[in-house]
C-alpha cells in the first residue's frame, strides 16, 4: 500500500506570495493532520480533516488554511508569505481521527520564503 | 495545556553502546504516548506507542520505551544501538478522547538527534 504523498517536496517563494501544498493519504484514511516544523518551535500543530470537515486547529494565524476534498486528499494554504513560514510541512493520515489511530506521515515539503 | 520534555538535545553514542533518550510530559487528564523517528529529509515513522496495558513497550528496530506514570515519563531504550539509528527522536503525547470533539492531534517534544559512532 502506498504511503501518504505530498507535493511538491520543494517550494521557493518570495514575501508577499501564496503557497498550496498538496498531500494525499493513504488508501482508505479518511483523516489528515497538518504540522508545521522548524528549528526553532519544533514540531507544531496546523488543523486536522475528517470528512471535509476541520475538526481542530492550532494556534496559527487566518494566513493558513486547508480543505479536504471528498477522496480525502487535503490541501494547505498559506497567503501573504513571510520570512518565518520557512518550514517543513508534514501531512499525516489516520483512519480516524482518535487518538489510538496512528498517524503515518508523509515525506514533506520544504518551503523556503525568500 | 499539556507539554512534551525531551531533556537532552543531542545524543552521541558509540555503535554497539546501549542508549536512553529520555522523555518527560506534563498533562492533568490522560494521554496516549508516541516514539517516533525522522531519518534526514525524510518524514517521521512510529517506532512505538503505549495507549494502554504493560508499562513496558517493545517497538520496531529492537527499540523499546517504559511508561512511568509516577514520573510522567515515557523514555526510550536500546540495548545496543547501530550506525543505522542515527536519526532525530522525537516523543509525542495525545489526548484521550473522553469528551465530544477530536483532540487528536499529537504533541510533540523538541527531539533527540542520537549519532552514532563507529
Known amino acids: 500500500k502506498a504511503g501518504v504523498t505530498q507535493t511538491p517536496r520543494y517550494l521557493i517563494k518570495t514575501r508577499g506570495q501564496q503557497v498550496t501544498l498538496s498531500c494525499s493519504p493513504i488508501s482508505g484514511h479518511r483523516s489528515v493532520s497538518w504540522y508545521q516544523q522548524t528549528p526553532g518551535q519544533g514540531l507544531q500543530f496546523l488543523f486536522e480533516y475528517f470528512s471535509e470537515t476541520q475538526r481542530n486547529k492550532g494556534n496559527f494565524p487566518g494566513r493558513f488554511s486547508g480543505r479536504q476534498f471528498s477522496n480525502s486528499r487535503s490541501e494547505m494554504n498559506v497567503s501573504t508569505l513571510e520570512l518565518g513560514d520557512s518550514a517543513l510541512y508534514l501531512c499525516?493520515?489516520?483512519?480516524?481521527?482518535?487518538?489510538?489511530?496512528?498517524?503515518?506521515f508523509g515525506p514533506g515539503t520544504r518551503l523556503t520564503v525568500l | 495545556a499539556q507539554s512534551v520534555t525531551q531533556l537532552d538535545s543531542q545524543v552521541p553514542v558509540f555503535e554497539e553502546a546501549p542508549v536512553e533518550l529520555r522523555c518527560n510530559y506534563s498533562?492533568?487528564?490522560?494521554?496516549?504516548l508516541f516514539w517516533y523517528v525522522q531519518y534526514p529529509n525524510q518524514g517521521l515513522q512510529l517506532l512505538l506507542k503505549?495507549?494502554?496495558?504493560?508499562?513496558l513497550v517493545k517497538g520496531i528496530n529492537g527499540f523499546e520505551a517504559e511508561f512511568n506514570k509516577s514520573q510522567t515519563s515515557f523514555h526510550l531504550r536500546k540495548p545496543s544501538v547501530h550506525i543505522s539509528d542515527t536519526a532525530e527522536y522525537f516523543c509525542?503525547?495525545?489526548?484521550?478522547?473522553?469528551?465530544?470533539?477530536?483532540?487528536?492531534?499529537?504533541?510533540f517534544g523538541k527531539g533527540t538527534k542520537l549519532s552514532v559512532k563507529p
Open positions: 503505549y495507549l494502554s496495558g504493560s508499562t
Open positions: 498533562s492533568s487528564v490522560s494521554v496516549y
Open positions: 499525516a493520515s489516520s483512519l480516524a481521527p482518535t487518538s489510538t489511530d496512528t498517524q503515518y
Open positions: 509525542a503525547v495525545r489526548l484521550h478522547m473522553n469528551y465530544g470533539g477530536s483532540q487528536g492531534n499529537l504533541i
